[in-house]
């Protein structure tokens, strides 16, 4: 069966700090990956979007980036970390676009 | 769309109840509907889904509802119970082609509450 690691899991940084976040997809091959943020209280705001290796589009111009330097897993990136780059960031996979989302547990991320 | 920048709307129910949660979707072109239940700290999980070419699904104490006509999407929930309390939210799929990719747009969530 497939399944969808995130870490970590929290994550406390200084502002000005780099980012590097993982997600992992097992038993599935080529899947369609998304990176996601939500602000507490708040809904899901789509990030970035890949359906192959390399390829990444960006849905918001921000201060964050995506990679996918494997067919399985995707990063998000940020060379330095702003305040309100605060949230909690999910990664999510689908077979082929044609269904729904399986989502990550999530990474809570504090920038202080 | 995505509602990102609003508070969530808030549903408090009596455990035993049932609880009607709406979502008005975006896109009529949209083709695939789904429900996720967030608990706190914990990422989106599936509940059901729905394609267009149905109005009503159902599952183990949940049905979901579409009204293609005025764009309206609902979550029906049986017997309520404490564990059903989180943050739901519905989201539509334009489809794998074109530059969709599959991509989901999220309503904006409802914060559902049930007190014993």
């Known amino acids: 069966s497939q399944t969808i690691h995130q870490w970590p899991a929290t994550l406390v940084q200084p502002v000005g700090s780099p980012l590097s976040l993982e997600c992992t997809v097992e038993g599935t091959s080529n899947p369609n990956l998304y990176w996601y943020r939500q602000a507490a209280g708040r809904g899901l705001q789509l990030l970035f979007y890949?359906?192959?290796?390399?390829?990444i589009s960006s849905e918001v111009p921000q201060n964050l980036s995506a990679s996918r330097p494997q067919d399985r897993q995707f990063i998000l990136s940020s060379k330095k970390l702003l305040l309100s780059d605060s949230g909690f960031y999910l990664c999510a996979w689908s077979p082929d676009g044609t269904y729904g989302y399986t989502f990550g547990s999530g990474t809570r991320l504090t920038v202080v | 769309g995505e509602s990102v920048g609003l508070h969530l709307p808030t549903l408090s129910v009596q455990e035993g109840d049932n609880s009607i949660i709406n979502c008005a979707y975006s896109?009529?072109?949209?083709?695939?509907f789904i429900w996720y239940k967030q608990e706190s700290g914990k990422g989106p999980q599936f509940i059901i889904d729905?394609?267009?070419?149905?109005d009503k699904r159902q599952g183990q104490r949940v049905t979901v509802l579409l009204n293609k006509t005025v764009k309206h999407l609902s979550l029906q929930i049986a017997a309520t119970q404490p564990g059903d309390s989180a943050v739901y939210f519905c989201?539509?799929?334009?489809?794998?082609?074109?530059?969709?990719?599959?991509?989901?747009?999220f309503g904006q969530g409802t914060i559902l509450t049930v007190h014993p």
């Open positions: 729905i394609r267009s070419n149905m």
């Open positions: 896109n009529s072109a949209s083709d695939y």
């Open positions: 989201a539509e799929n334009l489809g794998a082609g074109g530059t969709s990719y599959g991509k989901l747009t």
């Open positions: 890949s359906v192959g290796i390399g390829q």
